[in-house]
């Protein structure tokens, strides 16, 4: 299946006279048109010291945080009150010690899959059951494929992950976990590093997959000297 890459840099140039004139013009042009539609969520001092993550599943808004006691928080999206939490550190099937959002395919609205770093597992996680107390919160739990641990970003499309890492070994890879086989994509010709150097720094890279369109978005932090 062939796919389109979008590649999104952040470019960091010592000396950039332009940067901010043009950071001023982006937040004027935000102010303008959408500052009659913000509205603010006043959220209690405990919560969400560390929010590391948003995603939307059904009419929740769902929000990781690594400091607390529970990693997971399912706020509703009409009043922003918290419904509801998991994520416990330890290893059992309703635990989290280092979660990430994994985009994936999946048909049902109501289910949100995690991957752990740290747990070395995939868990697919039943928002409905979760509000409803239901016991069969967790819908799938399933290790996660050794090469794709570390990275900082990934989504499932069928039996393939694809995904980054703060590496230098390319733009993103994709694993397929039927042949448990990883290919790197690599870097474009038009951000080679020059010749004799390396990409010193790679950091805070992240991917978005859009199956319809055939389309894969990555966007990084690097620094070449």
């Known amino acids: 299946m062939k796919m389109k890459y979008i590649l999104i840099f952040s470019l960091f140039l010592l000396g950039c006279a332009s940067g901010s004139k043009q950071q001023k ?14 509205v603010l969520h006043p959220v209690p001092g405990m919560e969400l ?50 979660p990430f959002f994994l985009h994936n395919n999946i048909s049902s609205s109501n289910q949100q899959t995690i991957y752990d770093v740290n747990m070395a597992r995939i868990k697919t996680i039943d928002i409905h059951s979760l509000l409803s107390g239901s016991k069969e919160i967790i819908k799938q739990n399933i290790p996660l494929p050794a090469e794709v641990i570390g990275s900082t970003d990934m989504s499932q499309i069928g039996d393939s992950y694809y995904g980054t890492k703060d590496s230098n070994e390319g733009l993103f890879f994709i694993y397929s976990q039927t042949d448990s086989i990883m290919k790197w994509i690599p870097y474009s010709k038009s951000v080679q590093p020059s010749e004799g150097n390396k990409l010193t720094t790679v950091g805070q890279s992240r991917i978005t997959v859009h199956l319809n369109q055939k389309l894969v978005a990555v966007a990084m932090r690097y620094y070449n000297p």
């Open 25 to 38: 013009m982006s937040l004027e042009k935000i102010e303008e048109s959408s500052v009659d539609s913000l």
């Open 49 to 98: 010291w560390c929010s590391d993550g948003l995603s939307v599943c059904d009419s929740c808004l769902l929000i990781l945080d690594r400091c607390q006691d529970k990693k997971l928080y399912v706020y509703r999206l009409n009043d922003f009150k918290c419904v509801a939490n998991i994520g416990t550190v330890g290893q059992g099937p309703e635990d989290m010690i280092f």
